[in-house]
T-cell receptor
């Protein structure tokens, strides 16, 4: 079993829809949680970063962490065609950021 | 430079050859990471440098893989006797290191796409 599980999709939604992306994890040592966005042939770009359980909002993006269930989510409101990309969840532990990534979910927002 | 740069952007080599992949981190970033990303997968950790030393090389798949960072800035990932299974995108990232520990945002380069024929 992988430490981080993520549905690879692809996920296709109409413009303006609310998108929900999810990951589950098995390692209780994970202390911080991230979502990255990766466009084709580019490196991952950090979207959201959080240490604690609960919600964190940044513009159209909301990250949700439930440590008791080992489950994290990313919500995208009012999705735009420019949001079309692969979204990677990532988790880390320890004194430095050794990060374990999910497989990524490919999202397509259709105009 | 403004971001992490990696060269070459693409590398095609033949099975059994030696390759070197270069990473220029963001100026002032003391931590540097190498990842490997296979098609349809997330990045997989290979090695982490703090300054000039490899603090954690537990992700290197075998002894054909080696990385250096001699002056604490530029890093080179070296792969000997390449195999077809080494074909992937090799990503480099850099970050500041917080004095109190914990995570610090990693900034990724665009990657080097390695193809072993």
């Amino acid at each position: 079993q992988k430490e981080v599980e993520q549905d690879p999709g692809p996920l296709s939604v109409p413009e303006g829809a609310i998108v929900s992306l999810n990951c589950t994890y098995s390692n209780s040592a994970f202390q911080y949680f991230m979502w990255y966005r990766q466009y084709s042939r580019k490196g991952p770009e950090l979207l959201m970063y959080t240490y604690s359980s609960g919600n964190k909002e940044d513009g159209r993006f909301t990250a949700q962490v439930d440590k008791s269930s080992k489950y994290i989510s990313l919500f995208i409101r009012d999705s735009q065609p420019s949001d079309s990309a692969t979204y990677l969840c990532a988790m880390g532990s320890g004194g430095y950021q050794k990060v374990t990534f999910g497989t990524g979910t490919k999202l397509q927002v259709i105009p | 430079g403004a971001g992490v740069s990696q060269t070459p952007s693409n590398k095609v080599t033949e099975k059994g050859k030696y390759v070197e992949l270069r990473c220029d981190p963001i100026s002032g970033h003391t931590a540097l990471y190498w990842y490997r990303q296979s098609l349809g997968q997330g990045p997989e950790f290979l090695i982490y440098f703090q300054g000039t030393g490899a603090a954690d090389d537990s992700g290197l798949p075998n002894d054909r893989f080696f990385a250096v960072r001699p002056e604490g800035s530029v890093s080179t990932l070296k792969i000997q006797r390449t195999e077809r299974g080494d074909s992937a995108v090799y990503l480099c990232a850099s970050s500041l290191t917080k004095a109190s520990g914990g995570g610090s945002e990693q900034f990724f380069g665009p990657g080097t796409r390695l193809t072993v024929l």
